[in-house]
């Protein structure tokens, strides 16, 4: 849709709204879920006028609510050179359309990847300016994980290509990789992922890797929108 044909559509505080060609996305932001639905809601009622204003029907069936963790801002603060020639996180968005940001993984491994490579994951809450311990932790064997997770499983199991354990030492370019749903009564909105990364081999554990990235829980509404058929008396 051309914006000079949106530009009378009203925006909500702390929301964005983008329109392209017959889509509509709402993405609403807040530290509290409440207020976030609460501006969504604002949103949805201001969009429902304006499609009446202009006679546009909305295609119910093609209209759904998305919360999700977005995640920004990955960083490896660590690795052990003996285990990864490089590792590289990257954060971005596909397209305008999509707010959503997925994560790459680039990393060239040197070992085979089984259950003797363990990932630790502590979620950390964000609160008064700093990111503090909360009662989430996550740990798993790796291959246990791509089997078996539904957090972070699924979208590496499809960036592998379906592959599954051992993965043999090699070059990884894992693209597109994001958390599928929010946990229900997950107990924050705003906060960062810790992982820690080990390695048993020969009876002995070490740490071979050490990353974080910051996570949000967001709500997307994308609303696909189809022109009312009337005619103008």
């Known amino acids: 849709m051309v914006p000079a044909f949106t530009a009378d559509l009203r925006m909500t505080e702390g929301v964005v709204t983008e329109t392209f060609s017959d889509d509509t996305a709402i993405l609403s932001v807040d530290t ?17 006028q304006w499609l009446k204003d202009w006679r546009i029907k909305a295609n119910e069936t093609k209209s759904v609510q998305i919360s999700y963790f977005d995640t920004e801002r990955p960083f490896i603060n660590w690795y052990d050179k003996t285990a990864f020639s490089y590792f590289n996180l990257i954060s971005k968005r596909l397209n305008r359309q999509d707010p959503r940001h997925y994560v790459e993984v680039q ?33 798993m064997s790796f291959c246990d994980m791509m089997q078996s997770d539904t957090i972070f499983g699924p979208t590496m199991l499809r960036a592998m290509g379906g592959k599954t354990c051992p993965y043999p030492p090699g070059i990884y370019d894992l693209k597109n990789l994001s958390i599928p749903y929010v946990p229900k009564n997950f107990p924050f909105t705003k906060g960062r ?39 103008v008396p």
């Open 193 to 231: 992922i810790y992982c820690n990364g080990t390695l048993t081999e020969g009876g002995v554990t070490r740490a071979i890797c050490h990353g974080h990235i910051d996570v949000e829980v967001k709500t997307w509404h994308k609303t696909k929108k189809t022109r009312k058929n009337t005619s």
């Open 32 to 48: 509290s879920p409440d207020v976030a639905l609460q501006k969504l809601q604002t949103s949805l009622n201001q969009v429902s």
């Open 107 to 139: 990393a060239h491994s040197l070992f085979t990847m089984t259950n003797k490579f363990k990932l630790d994951f502590y979620f950390y809450q964000f609160l008064t300016n700093r990111y503090r311990p909360s009662f989430v932790e996550m740990h």
